[in-house]
């Protein structure tokens, strides 16, 4: 099971210049956690902290028993074993092959033999659908490949923590969905403690458990999916809907005066950019691949959420509630097509959970081999059986209110 990562009253300053104070949050283990908030507003720095990377002046991070704020470098080095990290560039060295790189962690870390190394290296780039990449170099592949090939390296000492700062930058939003959906595949086979820091609104409405925002130099909240996604608080409305009228602003935040004038300008009826989406309709979270096990931590995450539903806000327990009636749903579907249909069941359910915005509508694809394509396409290949239904179900259905577990 993934470790917990309990943070406490954490204060980081570069200099005079505080970048957020007094954070404290869990993420609860093996649950996949998002952190958003605006550029500069320091999750890199707080990722960067939650490994001992930078050492905050206040709090703790305590992680498997132990305070990483505190602890001798020995200590640190043995609990940075723990995690897998996909940095925001992949941080891949740029002298070294794709298959040097990945084995870097192992042939640093562990005693392992070459041909041990070699068996997990050549897995890890088959997940990550980069088999025969491994002898290029960083230079000489995409974006996409260099995020690819940074996250299989987060993953070759199998990790039970694993950070991923905005996986999906410089990824177009097919790459995006895949690479989305091999987090939650991974975490449903590892039970790893998963965050993502991420920009990516489909990301925070399908993938996480829980999502935290940081705001002038404050945690905003963190807590169930569904209470951001229903927050009232204007600048989480803003970020969500990518609006320019709100309390964010291009650098600092606005003042009166600005603020002002937005008012006068959304009166006047001119239009601030932002999608009118409604964030407060939940959308299922994606769902591990056919063939995958199921979440362990989705149990732990939902008994969690109970204990905690009475202190939310009215609006989230009422999306919660929806969000578990719809996941009892399509795990029923997914369930009863697993036992009696076998195959054309694992296809329905791929229909059923593809359907999702943040998934990849696999009920458009050719019916015999679905095939990625491209050199930056992950190389795993889809069957879809000929005798599958080809009809979609509709995840996307709310359910009747009062349906949800209490
Ligand atoms: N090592 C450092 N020394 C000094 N200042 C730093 C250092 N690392 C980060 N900062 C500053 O901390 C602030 C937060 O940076 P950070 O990269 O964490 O933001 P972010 O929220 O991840 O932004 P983005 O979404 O644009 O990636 C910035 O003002 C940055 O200049």
Redesign the pocket.
């Known amino acids: 099971m993934g470790v917990e990562v309990s943070v406490e009253g954490l204060t980081k300053s ?2 005079s ?1 505080n ?1 957020w104070r007094d954070v404290s949050l869990t993420l609860p283990s093996g649950e996949v956690s998002a952190l958003l ?12 902290t939650l490994i001992g990377l ?1 050492h905050p002046e206040q709090g703790s991070v305590i992680i498997d028993g132990t305070d990483i704020t505190q602890c001798s470098a020995k200590e640190l080095y043995e609990i940075r074993k723990l995690f897998g990290v996909l940095f ?1 560039d992949g941080a891949l060295f740029g002298s070294m092959s794709l298959y040097d790189n990945i084995a870097f962690p192992l042939r640093e870390h562990t005693k392992k033999k070459e041909d041990e190394v070699r068996r997990i290296v050549m897995e890890k780039i088959d997940l990550v659908g980069l088999a025969g990449a491994e002898d290029k170099l960083p230079g000489e592949i995409s974006g996409g490949m260099r995020k690819r090939a940074g996250l299989a390296r987060a993953l070759v000492l199998d990790p039970q923590i694993i950070l991923c ?2 996986p999906d930058s410089g990824l177009d939003p097919v790459r995006t969905a895949y690479i989305s959906q091999l987090l939650i595949d991974i975490n449903a086979q590892i039970d790893a403690t998963i965050l993502i ?1 991420t ?1 990516n609104i489909n990301i925070a409405r399908t993938i996480p458990d829980n999502i935290g925002m ?1 705001f002038r130099k404050e945690l905003v909240m963190f807590g169930p999916r569904e209470q951001l996604l229903t927050s009232e608080q204007p600048v989480v409305k803003q970020f969500l809907s990518g609006d320019r009228f709100g309390p964010i602003g291009m650098s600092e935040e606005k003042d009166e005066a600005v603020a002002a004038a937005e008012a006068a300008m959304q009166a006047a009826g001119i239009s601030g950019g932002g999608t009118k989406d409604d964030f407060t309709e939940i959308i299922p979270q994606v769902q591990p691949n056919p063939g995958m096990p199921e979440r362990k931590a989705v149990g732990r995450h939902r008994q969690r959420v109970l204990e905690l539903l009475p202190s939310l806000p009215a609006n989230a327990q009422q999306a919660i509630r929806e969000s578990m009636a719809m996941e009892d749903e399509v795990l029923a579907t997914k369930r009863a097509h697993e036992q009696g249909q076998g195959q054309a069941g694992a296809a329905e359910w791929t229909t059923a959970t593809a359907t999702a915005p943040g998934s990849v509508a696999v009920a458009d694809a050719p019916t015999d081999v679905y095939d990625f394509g491209g050199n930056d396409a992950p190389t795993q290949q889809w069957e879809t059986p000929a005798d599958a239904p080809t009809e979609q179900v509709d995840t996307t259905k709310k359910p009747r209110h009062g349906d949800g577990r209490s």
């Open positions: 570069f200099g210049q970048i908030g605006p550029s500069g507003t320091g999750k890199s720095v707080f990722l960067k930078l925001q700062d905005e820091v920009h940081l």
